[in-house]
């Protein structure tokens, strides 16, 4: 093109009758409501396309005489109508409200930290499964209405965009959001000037912008430095999600916990509860601390006051997940934080420091600056219980402080539109509400088989409209043949969606597996290669453009499936995000995972997949391990047994990939391809009720809120206003107990006085006496308990007995005593131990301090 070229965009008057539709594209509730969405999409296809599913890019560029027909349209109208009355209804009851009610005061809030957030494809500041979490709890704060806040960076770039050459490369591009496009509008403070806060790193302030993202009821507060006043460099820090380098990584940390701490005062927020989602956000502590020394509150102090309303979610199993920092880098940075407040550098250290190493692992300071912590799966907990066992130095990691809550999906946003009309039929009016209780969803039984299966096939014929046009689109761009691109595309045919298609995707890393399928390529042939029992076989996911190895598994799926046997059989889709997402989980027949146990934390996909009626086929690993059910006639899906631990990696992959084989050889192609004379197979039809039935009521955003809010926030809002009340009162004298009793540990012990009795008669008792070093500690520091367990029964109980203090000794040792009545016959053992005790300890191992006789 010659000459210069100047850019314009020419924006529509919106009509009067339509002036609403723009309140609709600035709240991330269309990501959920179909109707909302639909509406848009009805004005035009082609520009809702081309606007990327964004709503508010679509009216800004929507056709003027289109909008001008349509407010003069009774049809539109009426639809506008209806959506509007459901968005306003939404917002003046939400639908779940009664939690709030019960847990929570009216001046309770609930701020929320997360480096991504995964709402809608509009919205690119997402990679992947954590984002996609983060997005997920948000919408379901809002529909319990719960007091709740997020806050996040808005990125230029957000994520990369991913597609593959001719050869299976991955290519990484970026581009540049346009922040007027995006649902998202600047915060304005009291003056009505837009919101700008300032963080302090080492020789020069940054200024971030503040921006909101409405989310139904929930607000999402997102900081952006892409400022002018700016250096280029410090514009970097929130150019693009999990980009740049270790400093654009500690900066955009920096910014995520300080600064959004400070945003939230800015905005006259204060927090009762404050979340931290993942180790990212770790920081925030460092923010919250400062201020409380600032009024006066001693630094110990001040740690457990912030701790005691801090909740922690870690979301890895797998060590490099956790993010660490040189010690050196820290100390540049906390030099800025420390000034002027009585801090010192080696306090800031020392919360994130890990024995053997001088790295700061923000894990560890999440840990140590925090009360409630969790995992995201049963499996997870303990993993993680393992992990930082190292915090709890004398606590057997069954007894550590790290709890879980197993992850959910929302479900307004995973369940297929097509599902609505039905379930409402057969589950009866105001299903959603019910839809954590189990018997809710009996009626799925009830749907009759031929509707159920007309419903699968149509999802799976719109997936299969995607997979092509998405084949077609990545085949010609790489110079492919149209004659090939049929042959490609030969069994993938919407007009004959009856083959048995299989899905897998997910980010792709190592430990995730992605090509354990491939593992013997003869053995794949024979299965899904007959032509009477056709399989497909569907793979997605970007790998990080640093994991080399991620990129590698992509390109060898990609080269195989090029392999004239497998042609048209294996297909790889470019750029998975959530539309791909949405569209995969709904319309294959089976989803599979096959990561290495245990180091799938938790896993979502696969109940967005089973919500909507297709079969989980995946390692007993992360949420599968508690959602996998073959208690009935039938089960809710397969589970792939993790091979034994005493194997080697290749030993071990190569007996999983065999059990996959196998479960797929024996009951999956044949369970799929026992069709009656309807064309399906009852029995297939029967798993997929049975999966959605017991998955869903379980394993749905709903149930994890509720969770959250009655057994970690609403507990942590109690503790911090106990901890807070009277001038710290309680924070001052909980840290003045933690350091007397730290000091004193060393020096506790334990001697048993008698030798023990070997038998008794049931009825009699036996009388145990322990003598007690306390070392300048008192009795009420303490607790000294006797465990009592049955060694040959298989369950684990255990009965706890505490021994009482019954004098002192000739040597200043206190006496310990208990007059023990078993009220069970049998093989019985029991251990003493002894550990700190306060009454205000949030829990009583958090010292992780505890000796055994
Ligand atoms: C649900 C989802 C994920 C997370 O799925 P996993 O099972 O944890 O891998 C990742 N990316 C997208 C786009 C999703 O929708």
């Known amino acids: 093109m010659t000459g210069t070229v100047y850019r314009l965009e ?43 599913h964004n709503p508010k890019a679509f009216l800004k560029r929507a056709d003027q005489k289109c909008l001008e027909a349509n407010a003069d349209n009774p049809i539109f109208l009426g639809a506008l109508d209806r959506v509007l009355a459901a968005y306003d209804s939404y917002h003046e009851r939400p639908y779940m409200g009664h939690v709030h009610g019960q847990c929570f005061r009216d001046d309770d809030l609930i701020a929320y930290f997360c480096a991504e957030f995964g709402l809608h494809e509009s919205l690119p500041i997402y990679s992947g499964g954590l984002g996609i979490l ?40 970026y581009h540049d959001s346009d922040f007027d496009d995006l649902p998202i509008s600047p915060v304005l403070d009291a003056s009505g000037q837009e919101l700008l806060i300032t963080l302090n790193l080492p020789d020069r302030p940054v200024f971030a912008k503040v921006w909101e993202v409405r989310v139904g009821h929930v607000r999402i507060i997102l900081l952006d430095t892409w400022l002018e006043q700016n250096s280029l ?216 088989d031929t509707t159920f299966w007309g419903i699968r096939q149509q999802l799976k014929s719109m997936l299969l409209h995607l997979v092509r046009s998405r084949v077609r689109e990545q085949h010609l761009r790489n110079q492919g043949s149209p004659t090939h691109l049929d042959r490609m595309l030969r069994i993938a045919d919407p007009d004959n969606p009856n083959l048995l298609i299989i899905g897998f995707a997910r980010r792709f890393a190592t430990y995730k597996r992605a090509a354990l399928l491939l593992h013997d390529l003869q053995w794949l042939q024979e299965i899904i290669c007959n032509d009477d029992r056709p399989v497909l076989l569907l793979f997605a996911g970007k790998a990080h453009p640093a994991d080399l190895p991620g990129q590698e598994i992509i390109r060898r799926i990609t080269e195989v499936a090029k392999q004239p046997e497998f042609e048209g059989r294996i297909l790889f889709l470019e750029g998975y995000d959530l539309h791909l997402s949405r569209t995969l989980v709904s319309g294959v027949d089976v989803w599979l995972n096959n990561p290495i146990y245990p180091l799938e934390a938790s896993g979502t996909s696969g109940m967005k997949a089973a919500m909507n009626g297709a079969l989980n086929l995946s390692v007993l690993d992360g949420w599968w391990g508690e959602g996998y059910d073959d208690s009935g006639a039938v089960p809710n899906g397969w589970a792939i047994k993790p091979a034994p631990g005493n194997l080697d990696e290749t030993q071990r992959d190569a007996e999983e990939a065999r059990t996959l084989y196998e479960i797929l050889q024996d009951h999956v192609i044949p369970t799929y391809y026992r069709t009656g004379p309807m064309g399906y197979s009852p029995e297939w039809v029967a798993m997929a009720k049975h999966s959605i039935a017991t998955i869903t009521p379980r394993f749905n955003m709903i149930r994890v809120l509720n969770e959250y809010a009655q057994r970690f926030y609403a507990p942590a809002a109690a503790h911090g206003r106990r901890f807070a009340a009277d001038d710290h009162a309680v924070a001052r004298s909980v840290a003045e107990w933690k350091t007397r009793v730290r000091a004193a540990w060393p020096g506790v012990s334990l001697r048993a006085l008698q ?61 310990y005593a208990l007059d023990l009545t078993p009220d069970l016959c049998g093989k019985l053992q029991y251990r003493i131990r002894m550990y700190p005790f306060h009454p205000a300890l949030v829990h009583k191992f958090e010292l992780g301090l505890m000796v055994w006789l």
């Not at 020392?350 to 923000?362: H, I, K, Y």
């Not at 007690?772 to 000294?784: A, C, F, R, T």
Request: contains cysteine; glycine residues 8%; proline residues 5%.
């Open 233 to 448: 460099q410090d514009r970097e820090i929130t150019h693009r999600l999990y980009g740049g380098d270790r400093t654009t990584r500690i900066e955009q940390e920096i910014l995520l916990g300080v600064g959004g701490a400070r945003a939230l005062a800015a905005l006259g927020l204060k927090p009762t509860v404050w979340h931290i989602n993942e180790g990212h956000a770790a920081f925030l502590i460092v923010e919250r601390v400062r201020s409380l020394l600032s009024e006066g509150v001693p630094f110990e102090a001040a740690l457990e006051a912030a701790a005691a309303n801090t909740v922690f979610t870690t979301h890895t199993a797998v060590p490099a997940g956790h993010d660490h920092f040189a010690d050196e880098m820290i100390r540049r940075y906390a030099e800025h934080w420390c000034k002027g407040v009585g801090l010192s550098c080696n306090q800031v250290l020392a919360l994130g420091s890990e024995p053997g190493t001088s790295d700061f692992n923000m894990t560890a300071l999440a840990v140590r600056t925090s009360r409630q912590h969790n995992g995201v799966s049963r499996i997870h907990g303990s993993v993680s219980a393992r992990i930082l066992a190292h915090l709890w130095p004398q606590i057997e990691p069954a007894e550590s402080p790290m709890d879980y809550v197993t992850n959910g999906v929302h479900l307004p946003t995973f369940l297929a539109p097509e599902w609505l009309e039905t379930f409402e039929r057969y589950l009866g009016i105001g299903w959603q509400e019910r839809q954590t209780e189990p018997g809710n969803w009996d009626g799925i039984r009830q749907i009759p």
């Open 10 to 52: 020419v924006n529509p008057r919106i009509p009067q009758p339509l002036e609403r539709m723009e309140e609709l594209a600035n709240n991330l509730w269309y990501s959920w409501d179909r109707q909302t969405r639909g509406l848009f999409v009805s004005l035009s296809y082609s520009l809702w396309n081309l606007a990327n």
């Open 134 to 173: 983060a997005g997920d709890h948000c919408k379901a704060a809002s529909d319990m209405g719960l007091p709740f806040i997020g806050v996040g960076l808005l990125y230029k770039e957000g994520y990369f965009h991913q597609k593959l050459d001719a050869e299976g490369r991955q290519q990484a591009s």
């Open 755 to 815: 030798t023990p009795e070997q038998r008794l008669q049931f009825g009699a008792s036996l009388r145990i006496e322990v003598a007690v070093q306390l070392d300048g500690l008192v009795p009420e520091d303490v607790v000294v308990e006797l465990l009592v367990e049955r060694p040959e029964h298989a369950s684990t109980e255990i009965l706890y007995h505490p021994l009482t203090a019954s004098g002192v000794t000739a040597n200043d040792e206190r006496l």
